[in-house]
């Protein structure tokens, strides 16, 4: 079928002729080639200018920050293990229970702790009455011990009185001779005077007899002289010139029974653990040492010293401060009983049930704290060299993606790299060795973590990005190690 506008046949076909063109129909007019250029460069221009505002802030971005994708959730966990065996009589978890620090936990059958503790308690008594009469039989020692000091003080005593006495008999045999010699004298002029008839035979006779009592008080002096002299054990006649009240000016220190009531002193002061600077001391010198046991020589203050040191005293506070530290050990033991939640976190691992025997150390649980959580970055070594710690970090994880930022800061880095801290680290001594670029744990501490509103689990991956152009802050900022520990930070 032909078309109605086509042209009759052989019309076209005449040689020479040109073909007649339909007046609606015109030949097409080209375009100007450099329109197409235009629009070609404009076009570029857009598409540069979009990719240059999405593609400069990404270039500066990686060039102010590093990241890692090998990082994870880490925190602190707590072993929940009993102080003491017994029997478990309820538990109050379960796994993935959220507690608070001071929670029950555990309970286990307090009964025989309450017995050991009234035992301890019936002994602590028993201790405190042998305080009591250690006191008591001190306090008898200690008098007996004054009684000893004091037979001492009379010896002394005694043995200056004797030498007193002798000397005072030695002064009195000058005064009975110098009357033996005036009897004498008498005696002789009545015998002259008798010859005389000047005076009477009568008066002759008296004066022997005044002459015969002289030479008799003479005799008893000497012989009291004699015996005062045996009384302190010296000679009954002293020594070639000697007179008879010569006597050692050290006699009072050294007499016989001045010695016997040192040693019962000594004795006495043993008991109450008093003992002389020296066995060589003489009593006089004992006696002044006890008194310096005092700056003021206070007696008083002195028998409270020996009273509060005697052995036997001491012996019964330590026996009763022993039995004191038991009580409180079974005291101890019992609150024991109740196991309870050391942190705040999430119970985990639970593997305890009411009945089981459990024995000291025995692992019933684990608690995973909620607020002590920090990240474990392992960034590689040719990413270490702008690191510092107080540097800023935002953090995104696979659970929560991008709708949540968490942000932290550097607080150290670990003083090994994964391969030397793995429980088979690397030997490359055969020198068959390629190297492997290495990771080093960066703990990264979170800021303003809220587990309530966004927790994060332990294990999570995390990826890190730290801010390489912000100013580094908080403690030890921008070192690459924390600085020593002060006496204080290692006492909390």
Known sequence: MKNETSPPEGENSAPGKAAETPPQQHAAVPKPPGRHRRLFIVGGLVVAGVALIFLIPWIVHSMHTVSTDDAYVNSYVTFVTPRVSGQVTRVLVEDNNRVKKGDVLVQLDPEPYRVKVAVTEAALEVARADLEAARASTLGLLAQGRGARFKLQHAIEDVDNQVALLRQRVAQIDESKATLHLAEVQAQRAETLVKQNAVSAQEVDQRHADLEVAKARVK???????????????????????????????????????????????????????????LNLTPRQTLEEFYKRDPQGDIDKIYADIMAKAPAVKQAEARVRQEERNVEQARLDLSYCTIKSEIDGVVTRRNVNPGNGVQVG?????????TDVWIDANFKETQLHDLRIGQRVEMKTDMYGGRQIFKGRISGFTMGTGS????????????NFVKVVQRLPVRIELVDYDPARAPLFVGLSVEPEVDLVSAPTGPNAGQFLQAPLTSSAEGR
Request: no cysteine; proline share 8%; charged share 20%.
């Open 362 to 370: 025995q692992s019933l649980m684990a608690v995973r704290s909620l």
């Open 220 to 278: 008893e002096m000497m012989e009291a002289i004699r015996q005062a002299r045996v009384a302190l054990g010296l000679p009954a006649e002293p020594a070639d010139g000697k007179k008879p009240d010569d006597v050692p000016a050290d006699l009072d220190q050294n007499f016989s029974t001045v010695r016997e009531a040192l040693a019962n002193l000594i004795h006495q002061g043993a008991q109450l653990g008093v003992r002389p600077s020296s």
């Open 420 to 431: 030397t801290l793995a429980l088979l680290p690397a030997q490359n001594a055969t020198g």
